[in-house]
């Protein structure tokens, strides 16, 4: 069993910046690939980024160049870094967790999730 506690949401002007983290426990995050999505109101929950249990990652194109996600195994976080930030990103956004290789990008591949934590955006 793993859980996962998203932080770092909140509100912020367009093209501002905030850093997500995910942490978590229960047993060896190393062995974990972790992804971030998120859900907008009235639209479906989609993947914003995925990372690998050696550090190799993915993004969605609507994030590319903007947002970064980062792992530390020792502090057994993942982190999500966004920049540049649009109204468009405003979502729950969610950390996820499943056991083996790869950056899966569907939601179904991964077994654990967070409570997710509220963006908003302003123009």
Partial sequence: QVQLVESGGGLVQAGGSLRLSCAASGRTFSSYAMGWFR???????????????????????????????????AQNTVYLQMNSLKPEDTAVYYCAAVE???????????????????????S
Avoid: H, L, M
Avoid at 46 to 73: C, L
Avoid at 101 to 121: F, K, L
């Fill in 39 to 73: 859900q907008a109101p009235g639209k479906e929950r989609e993947i914003v980024a995925a990372i690998s249990r050696t550090g190799g990652s993915t993004y969605a194109d609507s994030v590319k160049g903007r947002f970064t996600i980062s792992r530390d195994n």
């Fill in 100 to 122: 083996g290789p790869g950056r899966p990008t569907r939601q179904t591949s991964y077994d654990y999730w967070g409570q997710g934590t509220q963006v908003t955006v302003s």
